[in-house]
């Protein structure tokens, strides 16, 4: 096994086994769950309502019963026949029934006792009409089809649909917020593991055994692993979530994006990493570590904040240039507003800004690693000899 | 054979060690004593390669040592401390591992040696569960357990009990038999004079002296002790001779050579009867703090 491959696999076990982790991770995994679950539970809600009908309107509530289920999923309704009018107000005051359905005057009319059921009247209200309609074209020889002819009114949106844009929106959040979590979490975990060792000496132990290099692939790996794997199973959960809710249709839509979530969390992630793991070695006790972390901690909650607060041509630069690409770009594919040439390019560059940190961060970590006595200062760190 | 040759390291102004040289021979214990700043930490640090090197160099075997001479050796670095929340078998096999150990040749290792430090029950205990002293053995056998070509240990025996430094002495005595050349840092001198075949002493970054506890012993003047049952104060007036320490009947002196000490004796005969005539060895203590004042 290579040096860097042995300290990866203590990275993603000593993460693994660390109880906070394993905390956090299911907090925000029951956290996912209640939120789709909740959604969920709201869409599958379906309405009983108790129809109250006297002899003469019993066809016209039996009619309702059968067919409100079809104009309106959410809304069941029962028949509940009533010997008279005087029995049917008082099955509505002592709550037997919720509503009351009768003929009055030329049309019709549904009693509740003190408040408005919309979603029942609404499906009264087409379910009575259609059965007039059909009668009266009766009447009048003719079917109910033949009068309605050329009078229906479907509705198309120009661009995209409400309840694609909404998801959008929240998918691109929650893609923000997790990478914002993530590598704010794991990044500082990452410096402070650095300087924990250069603390203990136990670096010079492992300096003097494996390249120094080594130690700093094995951090960065080890740690994005074990990012990734969070993050995978997030997604999943939420996409799993999202598919008993009523935007469920929209899941296999949403893998695209998701899969340039991933390549883009990838990059971005590694290339903060890197800088993490300088911020770590830059401090030579954990005290130290407040001070040289804040210009990353900053950074990661511009991205985010920016990701949010971007408008118009801003964002869509911003959604170019790393590490801000990093968190904008999937968003702006996930809002269908980016297309693959986009992404690819923004890719491209993050990929190639994660390769300059990378350098920069390998030589930053190596020179300044060693030196112990204080804080590190960054040009200090990157003239100094080996 | 580890060589040290014209080491120099400086930090900024500051000469934290200037132009060291000297030998950490195979099978012997050497010992690195000098004050509180006197460059012995930054000189081991040069030794292992985890601090850079402003001149000079270090050999191995007869030649410039490599990365992959120092992978083979043991090290302990001074104010050391293992990772607090990880287990004692787990981080120890970790950095077998990492020494080039398979998985389970290391775990043998690391389990042997805890059990001779009486440590086998701690195995799965958090290394910030154990006592200092306890600690303290699982870090020397981090550097001891993959056999190593060297050792250099920068204070191993600071913070042990009595037992447990004869312990230790113990284990590196069993890697010196095997030929290796072992290197540590103490500034307790009786220690170093009880455990070491040699002795490097480092002074304000130069090293002072070099040799066995005799060598250095024998560097000072040679004294003797003459103690007699009469006055001692006709000594001062023999030819040859200065007297050191004059107490009525003990005198100490410092004699010309040994026909100037064999008159003075022949005198004290004659004279009377001798109680004791000996060569005075002054203790490695002394020989330090006159080196080095």
């Known amino acids: 096994m290579s040096p860097w491959a042995i300290v990866t696999r203590r990275e993603v076990l000593v993460r693994l086994t660390d109880k906070a982790f394993i905390i956090g991770t299911l907090i925000f995994m029951a956290l996912l769950l209640g939120v789709t679950g909740w959604a969920a539970y709201q869409d599958s809600g379906v309405d009983h309502y108790e129809v109250a009908s006297t002899p003469a309107d019993r066809a016209m509530v039996a009619s309702l019963e059968a067919n409100a289920p079809e104009v309106d999923g959410s809304v069941r309704v029962s028949a509940v026949a009533v010997a008279d009018a005087s029995a049917a107000r008082a099955a509505l005051a002592d709550g037997r029934v919720d509503a009351w359905l009768h003929r009055r005057g030329d049309g019709w009319e549904l009693l509740t006792q003190s408040e408005t059921k919309t979603s029942l009247f609404d499906a009264t209200q087409q379910v009575v009409r259609g059965a007039v309609v059909a009668a009266n074209a009766r009447a009048a020889g003719t079917t109910a089809e033949a009068i309605q002819r050329g009078a229906t009114v479907t509705s198309r949106l120009v661009e995209g649909n409400v309840d694609r844009e909404n998801l959008g929106r929240a998918a691109g959040m929650i893609f923000a917020f997790v990478f914002y979590l993530s590598s704010l979490m794991f990044g500082v975990q990452l410096a402070g593991s650095v300087v924990e060792e250069k603390q203990n000496r136990i670096v010079e132990i492992i300096a003097s055994a494996i390249p120094v290099r080594h130690l700093l692939a094995g951090k960065i790996i080890g740690n994005t692993l074990v990012a990734m794997l969070q993050v995978v199973v997030y997604i999943a959960v939420g996409l799993v979530g999202l598919s008993f809710t009523s935007y469920g249709t929209y899941v296999p839509e949403l893998t695209g994006p998701v899969v340039w979530f991933f390549a883009f969390f990838l990059a971005g992630f590694v290339a903060l990493a890197s800088l993490w793991a300088v911020a770590g070695a830059l401090a030579s006790r954990m005290e130290d570590l407040q001070a040289t972390t804040t210009p990353l901690t900053l950074m990661v909650m511009v991205m985010f904040f920016g990701s949010l607060l971007f408008q118009g041509t801003a964002r869509v630069i911003a959604s170019f240039a790393p590490p801000f690409s990093a968190v904008l770009m999937p968003i702006r594919i996930v809002e269908q507003d980016a297309s693959a040439w986009e992404a690819l390019i923004a890719l491209t560059l993050l990929l190639a800004f994660t390769l300059v940190t990378i350098l920069v961060g390998e030589r930053l970590y190596r020179r300044s690693l060693l030196q112990s006595g204080g804080r590190v200062g960054l040009r200090a760190a990157w003239s100094a000899p080996e | ?293």
């Not at chain 2, 009469?230 to 320490?245: F, I």
Request: proline residues 4%.
């Open chain 2, 1 to 293: 054979m580890l060589e040290v040759r014209n080491l120099t390291r400086r930090f900024g102004d500051v000469t934290a060690v200037d132009d060291a040289t000297f030998s950490v021979p195979g099978g012997v214990m050497t010992g690195f004593v000098g004050g509180n700043g006197a460059g012995k930490t930054t000189t081991m640090r040069m030794i292992m390669g985890v601090l850079g090197i402003t001149a000079g160099r270090v050999g191995w075997d007869g030649r410039e040592i490599t990365t992959a001479d120092r992978r083979r050796f043991g090290y302990m670095p001074e104010e050391r401390g293992l990772y607090p929340k990880q287990r004692v078998i787990d981080q120890l096999a970790y950095l077998g591992r990492l020494k080039g150990m398979d998985a389970g040749a290391a775990r043998r290792t690391v389990m042997d040696h805890l059990e001779r430090f009486g440590l086998a029950e701690r195995a799965k205990d958090r290394v910030q569960e154990l006592s200092l002293g306890n600690q303290q053995r699982v870090q020397i056998t981090a550097a001891v357990m993959a056999d190593p070509a060297a050792l250099i240990l920068d204070e191993p025996f600071s913070g042990l009990d009595p037992a447990a430094v004869d312990a230790m002495a113990d284990l590196l005595r069993d890697h010196t038999a095997r030929g290796v050349p072992v290197l540590f840092s103490s500034h307790q001198l009786d220690l170093v004079e009880r455990l070491c075949d040699r002795l490097v002493v480092l002074k304000g970054g130069r090293v002072l002296a070099e040799g066995t506890a005799a060598d250095l012993q024998s560097r000072g003047p040679r004294l003797v002790r003459l103690v007699l049952d009469g006055d001692a104060g006709w000594v001062r007036d023999r030819p040859g001779v200065r007297v050191a320490d004059l107490d009525r009947t003990t005198v100490v002196f410092e004699p010309a050579d040994a026909d100037a000490a064999d008159a003075v004796l022949r005198d004290a005969l004659h004279r009377g009867r001798v109680e004791a005539f000996a060569p005075v060895i002054p203790s490695l203590n002394d020989v330090y703090l006159e080196m080095t004042k």
